[in-house]
């Protein structure tokens, strides 16, 4: 059974840092992109950054760019985003999510999905 499942949300001050942790399972996901997701109360699921299968590449959301960083772990099978500068724009629901194609910033493009992990940034 594939299972993605997220780790290190929790509440923090604007201005601190939180690190999420994605690890997958199941089958082998060191051939596929690696995305991050949010999505903040009552909106829509919105791209945050995303990672191919080498490491090698990242694509960011311009609100996060130069805050987050998305990074694989030795195995390729777990995903990071280590967050910066945190705002209470930033409060969402965060979901790992996995691809067999390239990058993008879509959703609909996502195979896997985790069951997501709540950040919460106080001002």
């Known amino acids: 059974q594939v299972q993605l499942v997220e780790s290190g949300g929790g509440l923090v001050q604007a201005g601190g840092s939180l690190r999420l942790s994605c690890a997958a399972s199941g089958r082998t996901f060191s051939n596929y992109v690696m995305g991050w997701f949010r999505q903040p109360p009552g909106k829509e699921r919105e791209f945050v950054a995303a990672?191919?299968?080498?490491?090698?590449?990242?694509n960011y959301a311009t609100s996060v760019k130069d805050r987050f960083t998305i990074s694989r772990g030795d195995a390729k099978n777990t995903v990071y985003l280590q967050m910066n500068s945190l705002k209470p724009e930033d409060t969402a629901v965060y979901y790992c999510?996995?691809?067999?194609?390239?990058?993008?910033?879509?959703?609909?493009?996502?195979?896997?999905w985790g069951q997501g992990t709540q950040v919460t940034v106080s001002s």
């Open positions: 999510a996995a691809t067999s194609f390239a990058i993008a910033t879509s959703p609909t493009f996502y195979n896997y």
């Open positions: 990672i191919t299968s080498s490491g090698g590449s990242t």
